[in-house]
C-alpha cells in the first residue's frame, strides 16, 4: 500500500481497480465504487488493535505495567488487571513498575489504588498486593503453611454470606506470603477442607483472581484469553488477547498453551488464529508460538 502511493500518482484508473477487486470493502453505487460502513469500521478496529498490539510491545516492561495499572484505575474498569501486575509480576518486576508510575503520573501507584477504590470491599487487599515486596527463595515452613490453611478456612467458615476479601487475616497472607508458600498453604487447604480454596471464594472475585494470579498464574492467563476469544466478548474482554500475549510471550506462554489445551481441549494458537484477522492474528499467534 506504501508503495502504491508513489507508484499510482496520476493514475486515478489504478485506484478504481483496486476499489473493484475488493467487493467487501467497496459496492458499486450509482457511478462510484463506495466503502461498506461496516467494513471500515471492522477494519478501524483490526488496526487499532495491532497499532496497540505494537506499542504495548515496544514499551519497557516497567512502563507497560504502570500504564496497564492506570489506564484501569482512571477508567473505572475492573481491578482485574491491577491484581494481574501485582500478582504475577516478580518482586523487582513490581516495585520497577511501581518505580515508573511514580514518575509518569507523579503520584505513587498504592495512594491512586488506595484512593481510586477507597469505596470498595477489595480496597486493602489490592493496596497490599500493589505494595508487596516477597521473597523469592524456595523455602518454606510446613508448619506455617499448616496454620495457615487452618486460618484460612476458619475465615471461611466465620465470614458467612459476608466480605472474606475484608478479612484481615486473609488480606495478611495473601499480600505477604511468597509464592511458593502460598502455594504449598493452598495444597493444604485442600487436604484439610477437601476442597480447592477457589471454590469455597464464592463471588469474591478480587480474592479468586489473587489467589489463582499467585499460584496458578498460567491456568489463570489461559482463562483470560478463553473469555477474550469468546463469542460477544466485549471490548474489555478483548483488549486481554493483546495484554496476555505480549506481557507472557516471554515468561511463562508454553504453560499458558498447555493450560488452554487441557481445559478447553484445543491448540491457543488455532483458537486466536480463527478469531483474529490480518497482521493483528499474525502478530498474537508470533507472540503465542514464538515463530
Known amino acids: 500500500m506504501v508503495a502504491a502511493l508513489a507508484n499510482w500518482r496520476r493514475q486515478p484508473e489504478k485506484r478504481s481497480g483496486f476499489r473493484k477487486s475488493f467487493p467487501g470493502l467497496f459496492k458499486q453505487h450509482g457511478v462510484i465504487e463506495r466503502c461498506e460502513d461496516e467494513y471500515m469500521l471492522h477494519l478501524a478496529a483490526e488496526f487499532s488493535r495491532f497499532k496497540n498490539l505494537m506499542v504495548l510491545w515496544a514499551m519497557h516492561p516497567w512502563e507497560r505495567d504502570a500504564r496497564l495499572a492506570h489506564h ?20 523487582e518486576e513490581l516495585l520497577g513498575a511501581r518505580k515508573a508510575y511514580m514518575a509518569l503520573f507523579h503520584h505513587s501507584l498504592e495512594e491512586d ?22 521473597y523469592e527463595g524456595p523455602k518454606v515452613s510446613d508448619d506455617t503453611a499448616k496454620a495457615e490453611a487452618k486460618a ?124 483474529a484477522h490480518g497482521h493483528f492474528k499474525d502478530a498474537l499467534v508470533s507472540l503465542i508460538v514464538g515463530k
Open 152 to 275: 484460612l478456612g476458619a475465615a471461611v467458615k466465620s465470614a458467612g454470606g459476608g466480605k472474606l476479601v475484608e478479612n484481615e487475616e486473609v488480606v495478611r497472607i495473601l499480600t505477604t506470603r511468597s509464592k511458593p508458600h502460598l502455594v504449598q498453604t493452598f495444597k493444604y487447604y485442600k487436604e484439610l477442607h477437601g476442597k480447592y480454596i477457589e471454590e469455597d471464594l464464592g463471588s469474591e472475585e478480587a480474592l479468586r483472581e489473587a489467589v489463582q494470579c499467585l499460584a496458578t498464574p498460567e491456568r489463570y492467563f489461559s482463562q483470560v484469553m478463553a473469555a477474550a476469544l469468546r463469542e460477544g466478548a466485549d471490548h474489555h474482554g478483548k483488549e486481554a488477547l493483546a495484554r496476555v500475549a505480549v506481557t507472557r510471550s516471554d515468561v511463562d506462554m508454553d504453560g499458558i498453551r498447555a493450560a488452554y489445551q487441557e481445559q478447553f481441549g484445543a491448540k491457543l494458537e488455532d483458537a486466536v488464529a480463527g478469531s
Open 72 to 91: 484501569v484505575l482512571h477508567q473505572a474498569h475492573p481491578a482485574a488487571i491491577v491484581v494481574e501486575v501485582a500478582c504475577t509480576r516478580s518482586a
Open 113 to 134: 489504588v488506595a484512593y481510586r477504590a477507597k469505596d470498595k470491599p477489595y480496597c486493602s487487599l489490592l493496596v497490599g498486593l500493589v505494595s508487596a515486596y516477597r
